[in-house]
Each structure stands twice: as C-alpha cells, then as structure tokens.
C-alpha cells in the first residue's frame, strides 16, 4: 500500500530538489564509467536512482528518464490521487467495459493471474478493506467488525474483468476499490530501469522503498550486491548477500508498517479470506526477472505462508524465494530450489552496507572506502558530522553517508549530505 509521504521527507526531500548526483570515480582499470546516484520522492516514498555512466549529461538524461517514468506511472496506478486512471476506474467501469491504458492493464492483467493462481490469496479489488486497516494504523485502533464485513462485500476479484482483446476492464460491484500498491512499486522499479537501458546507460539500480531492479554489474563487478536477509550464520547457512544481474528484488514483511493492539501485531499485508492483516511474523524476499512478479509473488506469499505459498513458487518458473519465519521457538529459514541454485553460482560475501527500507533488507550499490576519490575522502568527515546532526534532526534510524555532488549548470559541485533511508 503507498503512503501518504510524512512531514518530514517532504521537507528533506524538498530541500534535495532538484535531484543530487553522486560521483565517486571506478577504479580507472575496470571501466572509465563513473557512478551516480539521485533521490526523489515518488509514490509516496523516496526514490533512488544509481548508474554508471560515462559522464554527467549521460547520467542526467538516464535518470531524468527513470523518474519520468515513476512519475507517468504514479498517475495511473495511485490510489490516493484522486484524477488517477486507477481511481477514475472505480467509478466509470462499474457494470459497463472500459476501455484502459496498456500500464494500467499490464498491472491489472497480472494481478488477476496472480489472484487465480492464488485462490485470491492476492487480490487488487481489496482496496475498502485496504483503507479501512490504513486508517486503523493511523488512529491506532482496529477497524470495526461491521465496517470490515460490508468492506469485503464490495471486494473479490472474481468481481474484477478484464478482455485482453479489446483492452477492458468491467466492475461488477459499486462501492469497489482497486488498490495495486502490492505490486506496483515493483513494476515501476523495472519499467524506470527500463527506461534507463532505452538511454544507453546499461549498468543502473532503481529503489522503490524496498523494491529493486537492476542491469548490468557496476564495472569490475560480477554483479550487483544485494541484501536478501540479516540472519547470522549461526541460524542459516544462506550468505546474507547475492551479487545478482537482471532482477528485481522484493521483500513483505511487518517491520515497518504495522497495527499493534493488546501486544499482537497486525501487518499491512491483508489476507483477503479473513479481511485482517496477517499476524504472523513472516519475512519473504523474492528474486524475479521483473519487479510486477518479485513484488505481487512477495504478497502472496506471505499471505498464502511457507507451506503453501513455496510450492506455488516453484510452480513459476524464474522465480527465487527466502522464507524467514520468526516464532517464540526460533528462526526457520526455507528457500526455494532456485534461490539455493543462485546461492551456488553467486554467493557472495555476507559483507552489508546501504540499509533499505521496510524489513532492514540490505543492498549494497557503492564501493569500498578505496575506491572513493581523495577530495572525497577529505570531505567525508565533514559529511559524517552532517549526517549525525540530520539524524537527530528527522530522528531516522538508519543512515548511509554519501558524498553527493549538485548538478548546477552542468558543472559538478561537492555538497555535504547524507543519503537516509527514511522511515515513517
């Protein structure tokens, strides 16, 4: 589900605008690309954008690229804009088919496959159900029981058609929601790498909150260095970190957005059958060609648990899954058999740098201290000193110090920030 951004990203946010680009120079004998990095708030979250590129006006034009795309996107599949596409649906496609844009049906096709493959264990026509446990997190109260039976008789997405010929979508029911934010943050991951590679930058990662695509490996690299969990290698024999090319990554979990009430915690994740959110601590990271899958099997997942929702996996093809499940009794972890084959071939060291949001999951983008120009070496101190004061400032828990250069006139300026990762 998006999020209304807080008060205090927009203000952070507001004050990065327009966009900064990091530069920290590759090491001249792997490649003569350069990296860089941009933030801005999209979807109701920061978006980060990193690549490698040739120089400033290649990387400008890649990133400008990928977050125009984020933003298109946004217009279509929000369900807090009140003029999106999504939204304008709802109402003009109740009983009668309407036609759609291919973004808004591509997301909406694969939903339903889902959903069928599912048993509607994920399900996009939640959406009443859906705002009712939002404003229960907010006021920190559960929805009421009556509110929630008449929410879930205006959800269900056997009411929910779609004609791939002619491009339609017909609602049965008035009074529906649809609500994508189970899968849409990880399309628009991929769709802005997309973009990206249509530039000519061919090695970038696109962060969405806690979902990434990415290309090719930044340069002398097998590939990029992605968290999939945090566990020691006393509880599972699975490296923390995979060096990965050509995916997305997804993770669903409750660490981040949750209701709790008398002690037990109630997720954001929905389970349609019960119209609650899941209680169980379950943690799911799913590796896919493209983030539309990594994002909505994550979900269902997490919805359908371990038991039922590993065999759905690997029932896909291409697609890798990471149970964790935390219980008074211990941590169980379960991957499936093509997440225990790319440990074989890409495991990498369980080294984790660049906190993301949601579950703590781990991604690591930027080079050791070694690789960091001298000017920028010299500067990080005085960045570090920055970073603690911002910390105390937005009370953000997690931080990643970066030295970031402003693209002003197409000239490079070092400026003194720091690259957080925000919490609400």
Not at 87 to 100: E, K, Q
Not at 273 to 278: E, Y
Not at 297 to 307: E, F, I, K, Q, R
């Amino acid at each position: 589900m998006w999020k209304s951004i807080p008060t205090d990203v927009r203000r952070w946010a507001a004050a990065l605008l327009p966009a900064l680009l990091v530069v920290c120079a590759a090491s001249p004998t792997a490649s003569e690309l350069q990296r860089f990095e941009a933030v801005e708030p999209h979807m109701g979250t920061l978006v980060r954008i990193t690549v490698y590129a040739g120089d400033v006006d290649a990387a400008r034009i890649a990133i400008r690229a990928g977050f125009d795309r984020i933003r298109a996107l946004d217009a279509i599949l929000s369900d807090y804009k009140a003029d999106s596409e999504l939204n304008r649906l709802t109402t003009s496609a109740v009983g009668r088919a309407v036609p759609v844009s291919a973004d808004l049906f591509t997301v909406l096709l694969a939903s339903q496959q889902l959903a069928n493959a599912t048993n509607g264990a994920f399900d996009v026509t939640q959406g009443p159900v859906i705002r009712l446990w939002r404003e229960a997190r907010r006021t920190g109260r559960p929805p009421k029981a009556a509110a929630l039976a008449a929410a879930s008789a205006r959800s269900g997405y056997r009411r929910l058609h779609l004609d791939e010929a002619a491009r339609t979508v017909r609602l049965d029911t008035p009074g529906m929601a649809l609500d994508v934010g189970a899968n849409g943050k990880g399309h628009a991951a991929s769709e802005a790498l997309a973009a990206i590679t249509k530039s000519g930058v061919r090695s970038a990662l696109v962060a969405v909150s806690g979902d990434l695509a990415f290309s090719d490996a930044p340069p002398g690299r097998r590939g990029w260095r992605i968290g999939i969990h945090a566990l020691g290698a006393d509880v599972t024999s699975i490296p923390q970190m995979l060096e990965l090319t050509h995916a997305a990554v997804s993770t669903s979990g409750n660490a981040a957005q949750y209701l709790e009430v008398e002690g037990r915690r109630y997720s954001h994740v929905i389970d349609p059958a019960t119209a609650t959110g899941l209680v169980g601590d379950l943690t799911v990271t799913v590796i896919a060609p493209h983030g539309l899958e990594a994002d909505g099997v994550d979900t269902a997942v997490s919805v359908l648990g371990a038991a039922r929702g590993l065999p759905l996996v690997e029932s896909m093809p291409a697609i890798a899954v990471l149970v964790v499940h935390r219980t008074d009794a211990g941590v169980t972890v379960l991957p499936s058999s093509r997440l225990r084959a790319l440990v074989a071939r890409a495991s990498a060291p369980s080294r984790v740098a660049d906190p993301l949001v949601e579950n703590r999951e781990q991604v690591e983008v930027g080079g050791d201290q070694a690789d960091v120009p001298v000017a920028a070496q010299d500067a990080q101190g005085r960045v570090r000193r920055e970073a603690r004061h911002q910390a105390r400032l937005f009370h953000r828990r997690d931080q990643v110090i970066t030295v970031r250069s402003q693209i002003e006139r197409g000239d490079l300026e070092l400026r003194q920030t720091t690259a957080n990762v925000v919490r609400p």
